[in-house]
């Protein structure tokens, strides 16, 4: 109701600025819907404006409305989508340590901020924890993401290594 009440009027020049100020001054508490927050998050996450989708979560919290994966992972995706290394390697800590266990998508978005630097050995490390560690299996985004960082970091026999372990996984 109250992401509606604010967005449906505005023209679409006007919406983005209204719908990624902090919610606070909405009146949001305890009864705000999951779905609006991750209405604005989602809209933070299409203009990459970072920086708001990590109020509009500290602003859940204030309001006593606790993230859980999707949300987490729409930020993550909204800082990583911006090439901020530091909040998604923060975010993705904080995630880990409230007890919710990512899944593909975003261990993928942790990814892709490695994907685009020569941060390979971020990139290999995530990638054995997921394969190893967390019960879940890395696809061919994980992958992909990972030699492209070997490639940034002039790592081309190790983004090659990885080719061959996609070729035989199938």
């Known amino acids: 109701e109250a992401y509606n009440a604010v967005v449906s009027p505005m023209r679409p020049e006007r919406k983005w600025k209204k719908t990624c100020d902090p919610p606070r001054r909405w009146g949001w508490g305890a009864g ?3 779905q609006d927050i991750r209405r604005l998050i989602r809209t933070c996450l299409q203009k990459r404006n970072w920086r708001q989708a990590l109020s509009i979560l500290t602003t859940m919290k204030e309001c006593g409305v606790p ?3 999707l949300t987490y992972s729409s930020v993550v995706s909204a800082c990583a989508k911006s090439d901020q290394t530091g909040p998604v390697l923060e975010l993705f800590e904080r995630i880990c340590a409230t007890g919710v266990s990512p899944n593909i998508i975003t261990y993928n978005s942790v990814m892709s ?5 020569a941060r390979w050995r971020n990139a290999l490390d995530l990638l054995n924890r997921i394969g190893t560690d967390l019960g879940v299996e ?3 985004i994980t992958y992909t993401c990972a030699m492209r960082s070997c490639a940034k970091g002039r790592q081309t026999a190790r983004a090659l ?3 061959e372990v996609v070729r035989a996984k199938g």
């Open 32 to 34: 705000t819907s999951l």
């Open 67 to 69: 993230p859980n994966l």
């Open 113 to 117: 901020t490695w994907a685009g630097s």
């Open 138 to 140: 890395p696809d061919t």
């Open 161 to 163: 290594a990885l080719l």
